[in-house]
């Protein structure tokens, strides 16, 4: 069996080899994230069973507002902004750490004047994010209140 251990060094917020790709293609609710697969997708990866990927949102940019069967951690390590989960928006910042729970619409948001940058770990075989329409927005997040006021389609 080959041996695959590495290291992929860092210079600030890129990773050597690494490429920079766009946050996803086939939606347009997000505004100004990256992303970079860091470990998981690659040739060598095969051993893994999950994918670690950094994202980055420049300021008063947003990831998709999604929810899906899986649960993934997330660690913040660059900026601050904040989390919207079900019908809670809370500030982040480096270090913290988010757990989101399957079934849970969520959404993070650079809106504190800073990148907000994170690393995020999810199963290597998952189901695919949805979009919540009005239904499960009104469930999950509620018709009225900071979280609604937040998050972004």
């Known amino acids: 069996m080959a041996n695959n251990s590495r290291v992929i060094k860092s210079d600030g917020f890129t990773w050597e080899g690494v490429e920079k790709k766009d946050y996803k293609t086939e939606t347009t609710n997000f505004k100004d994230i990256s992303r970079f697969s860091l470990l998981g997708e690659g040739p060598d ?66 809106d504190k004047n800073d990148y907000l940058g994170f690393i995020c770990i999810v199963d290597r075989y998952r189901d695919k994010p949805a979009i919540p329409d009005e239904d499960v927005i009104n469930e999950k997040v509620g018709s009225e209140g900071a979280a609604r006021d937040k998050i972004r389609l």
Request: no cysteine; proline share 5%.
């Open 45 to 110: 990866d095969h051993e893994l069973n999950m994918q670690t990927r950094y994202f980055e949102i420049k300021p008063e940019g947003y990831s998709s507002l999604e929810y899906h069967r899986h649960p993934h951690s997330v660690v913040i390590i660059r900026g601050k902004g904040s989390v919207v989960l079900n019908n809670t928006v809370i500030s982040i910042s480096v270090n913290d750490v988010v757990f989101i729970s399957p079934e849970t619409v969520h959404q993070f948001h650079a």
